[in-house]
């Protein structure tokens, strides 16, 4: 990594070699296109569905449940348009710190197709009052999409999805749910899950960029996102990126086989740089359910604005540290995070969002640590 400290996970992590090691047949010898009949096609189809089923597998769901896409966000426009195109959902319910592949394609539904949105009440933590969204459910006259993230990207906080999940069934709603934060970081039983869609991106996961899953309950038609080809079942047209899905399936099989030591080490990573911080620089606070319901990987720290800490992003990076305001997908642009902004409206405060991997260490966490002091 040339010392650099890389703090940014939640946005990317960097591929794991036993990843690329599973991958680099499919960049050279295994070409072949997996809808040709002779062998080399064959070998290319045989290599997408035996990872199909070793991420059903692992997610317990059934292989025809799992659909490969080029990320979360393709999963996710996928997901909330079929609902509204193919399953009669014509009122979305979501919260206003989903990530924009969500809040932009129901956005997009209500200014084009009029579809009706409600945004789910926060409580002072950053959750969601399950209590508003039953209100909201009970009072909808047309059928609902409830689209809520697992885990928040930028604040980490953790959505119950059983508890969701019972509330959409007993109003008949269909239930979406953003799990790229999680899937590759918690085991799933979608078995015993009451959801309809959830997403995932192997590049959350130390796998390859640019290829997710969109798992579809088997009780849910739909139509295609994408025309113009039978692949994945008729279900999304295009040559199959074989070498991600391959990378996908062998990324997310070590980060179930490694979970209990990865995620024990990840969280005292987190919990450590929250009392360093908290030792070291007066008025510091954090974001989100921190030591609660939360993601293990995601530390968001407000510190005190000052004229120093305005430019702390780009200090850290001059400084060699990785870690962001937000969102990465949105941080070009710098507006600042409308998930921060929804739960903890501080002008007098700049949040950093810090995330781990299995490749972190508490050396870094001290480094880190003291270049704050010097920058505050």
């Known amino acids: 990594m040339n010392n650099r400290i890389y703090f940014d996970n939640a946005a990317t992590t960097p591929l794991d070699t036993a990843v690329l090691e599973a991958m680099m047949p499919y960049l050279t010898n295994h070409f072949g296109n997996p809808s040709s009949i002779y062998s080399y096609g064959r070998e290319s189809r045989l290599a997408i569905e035996n990872a199909r089923k070793k991420v059903a597998k692992i997610l317990n769901a059934h292989p025809a449940e799992i659909f490969f896409t080029s990320g979360g966000t393709e999963s996710s426009n996928t997901a909330i348009t079929a609902a509204v195109r193919d399953l009669d959902c014509k009122h979305i319910i979501t919260s206003s710190i ?4 969500t809040l932009h394609t129901v956005e997009h539904l209500h200014c084009n197709d009029g579809i009706e949105i409600s945004y789910v009440k926060l409580l002072p933590n950053g959750h969601i009052d399950l209590q508003d969204l039953e ?4 009072l909808s006259k047309e059928k609902c999409l409830v689209s ?17 999940g019972n509330i959409c069934k007993k109003y008949n709603a269909v239930f979406h749910s953003d799990t790229v934060q999680t899937v590759g970081h918690f085991p799933f039983d979608l078995r015993n899950t009451p959801i309809h869609f959830i997403t995932g991106a192997a590049h959350k996961f130390h796998g390859p960029k640019g290829v997710g899953i969109l798992y579809i309950n088997e009780n849910v038609k739909i139509k295609p996102f994408i025309n113009g080809g039978s692949q994945e079942r008729n279900m999304r047209a295009g040559t199959e990126n074989i070498y991600g899905i391959v990378g996908f399936a062998k990324a997310l099989e070590i980060a179930t086989e490694n979970y209990e030591k990865e995620s024990s080490h990840i969280k005292s990573l987190k919990l450590y740089m929250k009392e360093a911080l908290e030792k070291n620089i007066a008025g510091v606070g954090f974001n989100g359910d921190v030591t609660g319901n939360s993601l293990y990987t995601v530390l968001n ?7 120093k800490s305005e ?6 990076d001059i400084n060699h540290i990785c ?18 902004r929804a739960i903890n409206n501080n002008p007098n405060q700049v949040a950093v969002r810090f995330s781990f991997s299995k490749q972190n260490t508490k050396d870094e966490v001290d480094i880190v640590v003291e270049k704050l002091k010097a920058l505050i």
């Open 311 to 316: 430019m702390l992003l780009f200090n850290l």
């Open 135 to 138: 209100n909201i459910l009970a």
């Open 98 to 101: 989903e990530h924009h592949a």
């Open 323 to 340: 870690a962001s305001g937000g969102s990465a997908c949105t941080s070009g642009a710098d507006a600042g995070s409308h998930v921060i």
């Open 148 to 164: 809520l993230m697992h885990a928040n990207n930028e604040i980490g906080n953790i959505l119950n999805i059983h508890a969701v």
């Open 301 to 307: 720290v407000s510190f005190p604005k000052t004229e």
